[in-house]
């Protein structure tokens, strides 16, 4: 058990020694058993100085629901399923109350507001909420399903706001579909994906780094870049970084579905025209992007990546990768298997 911190103290009439005075409230990590397994999680509690030891501790009704609340989405969390909060936001993004949602899933009328307070969903349930999270065309589909469960106002309502989600997102939802889709033929680690899978998130986060550092980046020399942060990721750790599969093409390294990449909404891509009226993609910083998702290794990783060929123009950084071990030994068209990463040139 960890140690206990201070939140705050609160005058109060005391419980425990039946006094008014103030209490300290407390939190401290715990382990609980939930369906047999061991879950840990942040408790909160009152503590009373004046009472003897054994009995010093109390929980307010309000403080011991939230507590069985944080245990399950500690539960939630360590099985891969979303949390109670996670589902309100699904709730709020479409606009619908907890019954709503459950009338447009075909659930019980209480089936929401049970996963959001006390209850624990089980994974087919959990499938069909992260559909509709993901993917509003999804949460259309149900909307037709289950349409004559609300009226004629209240459909339109729900409706609009779905469309709204289409509007803002659509793009990028089809785009990650379409670069999936691609990936298809790499669900499970292997050498040819660095025993990591697609991680269109990070993906995003690697490009806008290299983009915020790195000036007059266009597609050809940005796909360099990626295989050399994926490539260097692999030989530190074993692991490469963003899960993408590379050919041997003619400017070397091209990962699949290069093409649905650079149309990732959360990409700030331009095409522009060259001075020889050639179409060319330029990567530019996006300033919204959210880069938390690059840990340490990561970071340390790019910035090599990017202190070895910021100044290299893109005819360079293809000529310095064709130079590889792991472009020579493969043929063209062919998958650029990782364990050659290994053979990389010193930086």
Not at 293 to 318: G, H, M, Q, S, W
Request: aromatic content about 10%.
């Amino acid at each position: 058990m960890a140690d206990t911190n201070l939140i705050r103290k609160i005058y109060m009439n005391c419980p425990v020694c039946d006094k008014e005075h103030e209490v300290e409230e407390r939190s401290r990590m715990t382990t609980v058993l939930i369906k047999g397994e061991e879950v840990v999680y942040e408790e909160r509690y009152f503590f009373c100085v004046n009472a003897d030891p054994e009995e010093n501790e109390f929980e307010t009704g309000a403080m011991m629901n939230e507590n069985l609340l944080n245990a399950r989405n500690a539960y939630r969390t360590q099985k891969g399923l979303l949390t109670s909060g996670e589902i309100v936001a699904i709730r709020e993004k479409y606009g619908l109350s907890q019954v709503d949602l459950a009338k447009m899933l075909g659930w019980g009328e209480a089936t929401i507001s049970r996963y959001e307070s006390k209850a624990i969903q089980d994974e087919a349930y959990d499938n069909m909420l992260r559909l509709i999270r993901d993917n509003p065309l999804q949460a259309l589909e149900y909307l037709k399903k289950n349409g004559d469960k609300f009226s004629a106002s209240k459909k339109r309502h729900i409706k609009g706001k779905i469309t709204e989600e289409l509007d803002a997102n659509g793009r990028e939802f089809l785009t990650r579909q379409a670069l999936e889709g691609e990936y298809a033929a790499f669900d499970e680690p292997s050498d040819s994906n660095g025993y990591t899978l697609l991680d269109i998130d990070k993906l995003e986060a690697v490009i806008s780094y290299f983009a915020e550092r790195m000036s007059n980046i266009f597609k050809t020399k940005l796909m360099k870049l990626l295989w050399y942060a994926d490539a260097l990721s692999f030989k530190q750790s074993g692991y490469a970084m963003t899960g993408l599969v590379y050919r041997h093409e003619a400017m070397g390294a091209l990962p699949i579905g290069h093409y649905s990449l650079m149309n990732l909404e959360n990409l700030n891509v331009q095409e522009e025209m060259s001075a020889n009226y050639d179409s060319m993609f330029h990567v530019y910083p996006n300033k919204n992007q959210d880069d938390s998702i690059l840990n340490a290794c990561d970071r340390d990783v790019l910035d090599i990546v990017i202190a070895k060929f910021k100044n290299y123009k893109t005819a360079e950084i293809v000529a310095y990768m064709h130079e590889e071990q792991a472009y020579i030994k493969t043929l063209p068209g062919a998958v650029i298997p990782f364990a050659l990463a290994k053979e990389i040139r010193k930086f």
